[in-house]
């Protein structure tokens, strides 16, 4: 198949080429859907080579697992899974190797934590650097949930998705993500009055 029918080729031809051994067609893909993949990964790392990392990883399994690939849902959806599973694999396994992070604060954060219990007033708070030292600590709190709750307070939180897109993207049922997204805004907060409780 010459190269400009490959980049006409409609998805599930690509698939059916890509599943007999073309490379060309699985190129063609990772080109169409490289964009997504990289936002995906992007929601879990701030780091761009653990992006790209996550990025190659997921097209990797995806390659290895088109024969299952059945064509019942989009197929933006089903690599749309794999690379949401791929990253949690890879936060898991960060998690295993690292020591507990909340449990060490910076000067830094403690005094950002004083100054909430101060009621502090808001025009000091909208400073750029008290503005990074409150994100850094929040980092801190979301990495202690397990990375599940990650995902779901920063999908639903942080990238605004609905829990409908939540819910293909991961998928779990829209039952399951509301219940996850609960239980993970109720984990923040008692790791936030805990931090509080220390720093009194």
């Known amino acids: 198949m010459l190269a400009i ?4 080729a409609a998805e599930q031809e690509l698939v059916s080429l890509a599943r007999g051994g073309s490379e060309p067609a699985f190129e063609e893909i990772v080109r169409r859907h490289s964009p997504r993949v990289f936002q995906i990964a ?3 790392f701030r780091q761009r ?21 059945e064509g019942r849902g989009s197929f933006a959806g089903w690599l749309g899974r794999i690379a949401t599973n791929v990253c949690l694999n890879l936060l898991r396994s960060q998690r295993r190797r690292r020591e507990a992070v909340v449990a060490d604060l910076t000067d830094d954060e403690g005094e950002w934590l004083d100054q909430q219990m101060a009621a502090a007033s808001a ?5 750029i650097e008290r503005g990074r030292v409150a994100t850094d600590l929040a980092e ?14 920063m999908s639903l ?5 609905s829990v409908k897109e939540v819910a293909e993207l991961t998928g779990w049922s829209e039952a399951n ?3 996850r997204a ?16 220390r720093h009194r």
């Open 182 to 197: 609960s239980r993970a805004r109720r984990r923040m907060r008692d790791a936030v009055e805990a931090l509080l409780k």
């Open 49 to 69: 080579e653990l992006v790209e990392e996550a990025a190659q990883e997921a097209f990797l399994k995806a390659y290895t697992e088109l024969s299952s690939y």
């Open 140 to 153: 801190k709190i979301l990495r202690e949930l397990s990375v599940e709750d990650q995902l779901v307070l």
């Open 157 to 161: 939180d942080g990238d605004d998705l």
């Open 123 to 127: 025009a000091r708070h909208r400073s």
């Open 42 to 44: 992007s929601r879990f």
């Open 177 to 179: 993500v509301k219940t």
């Open 5 to 8: 029918e490959i980049e006409q």
